[in-house]
């Protein structure tokens, strides 16, 4: 949508405005709709999403959405991150989500051990240190996750109780987001407005082939002497097509910008940070850029002590979407979503 040379080494602040209104804010109605999975009321307030996107009556104007669109592109062609002001996502549902994850870290190895994601699985506990997210599976990485493929498979009820509805409200909420910013980076680059948002349509059926993923992370506290190869989190790029990232006020978060220095991605209250995966790089012969990033060790002693959470949100395409370059390139090789995925996972954990 421009010639002008993209930014490669600023992560932009875009304010979604009208976009960000789309998304529902009443905890209770999304509940109920998420609690509807894959029956007719989830279609049909998907349906009114994507709506919301197209420019429809009581939707945003179009030149709001191509003001967006022009942003977010301008962001994910250049670094490959930005920051989402005005996303609509209420802070109550997002601190809902990071008190029961911090209560169910806070439980005892033997419990949490009790939902532990087995090799083959992407559901559940996984403990430190056993996702090694850097190529070189040199450092120890000091993290624990929680990993939610959908609500049918077991959370930590009798332990937490409260994490279920907590996770049903947000992850209906993620959802209108990513329809939104799904359909701003296809008109973005003159796609079809619904190219890529259908091909994520199996995201809310339970049971389904989504191969989305919803993971709460948790950074505990460093000791008082790590080895000099430890780190929060190993450098990597994303799987899928883009990821939501939630993040504490901790910080740590740093990305790879194209001269290989590493910028920070510091919290901004009241902000998400969204940024391209794998395959968003493969269907768009690398205009769109799924850039590199880490967690390090924070310096200063107070931040060391203290814990880190963020909560991501993975958006793939449905299992079988055969994923090549739209532009007719060789540049990357066809491949489905499915198969993607169990390549970057065989190299990434270890049982």
Not at 152 to 162: I, M, T
Not at 256 to 283: K, S
Not at 294 to 317: G, K, L, M
Request: hydrophobic share 40%; with cysteine.
């Amino acid at each position: 949508m421009s010639s002008k040379k993209p930014d490669t080494t600023t992560i932009p602040i875009v304010d979604l405005g009208q976009l960000g209104e789309g998304v529902p804010t009443v905890d209770n109605l999304a509940q109920g709709l998420v609690m509807a999975v894959g029956g007719p009321a989830l279609k049909r307030w998907s349906d009114n999403s994507f709506s919301r996107c197209l420019g429809v009556a009581g939707g945003p104007s179009e030149d709001e959405l191509q003001r967006v669109a022009k942003e977010l592109g301008a962001a994910l062609t250049g670094v490959g991150f930005a920051y989402l002001k005005n996303h609509g996502i209420p802070s109550q549902q997002v601190e809902a989500v990071f008190s029961s994850a911090s209560k169910f870290f806070s439980l005892g190895k033997e419990t949490k051990l009790k939902y532990e994601k087995g090799p083959s699985q992407r559901h559940g506990y996984v403990a430190v240190d056993r996702e090694k997210l850097d190529a070189s599976a040199k450092f120890l990485e000091l993290r624990e996750t929680f990993n939610v493929k959908d609500m049918s498979y077991p959370l930590p009820d009798e332990e937490v109780p409260e994490m279920r509805m907590a996770l049903e409200t947000f992850r209906a909420s993620c959802w209108a987001l990513v329809s939104n910013v799904l359909t701003a980076i296809a008109i973005a680059i003159d796609l079809e407005r619904d190219f890529f948002t259908s091909t994520q349509e199996e995201l809310f059926k339970s049971g389904g082939e989504s191969l989305a993923l919803l993971r709460m992370a948790y950074y505990p506290t460093v000791p008082a002497t790590v080895p000099p190869n430890t780190i929060r989190c190993g450098a990597h790029t994303d799987y899928g097509t883009i990821t939501l990232l939630f993040q504490d006020d901790m910080g740590g978060l740093q990305v790879r910008d194209v001269e290989g220095r590493w910028v920070d991605a510091t919290p901004i209250p009241g902000t998400i940070v969204v940024n391209a995966g794998d395959l968003l790089q493969f269907w768009t012969g690398g205009k769109y850029v799924a850039t590199e990033h880490r967690v390090i060790i924070p310096e200063e002693e107070v931040r060391r002590q203290s814990p880190r959470q963020s909560i991501a949100f993975f958006v793939d395409p449905n299992a079988e979407t055969l994923v090549r370059p739209l532009d007719g390139s060789n540049t990357y090789q066809p491949i489905t979503a499915k198969q993607h995925l169990l390549n970057r996972i065989r190299m990434t954990y270890t049982y």
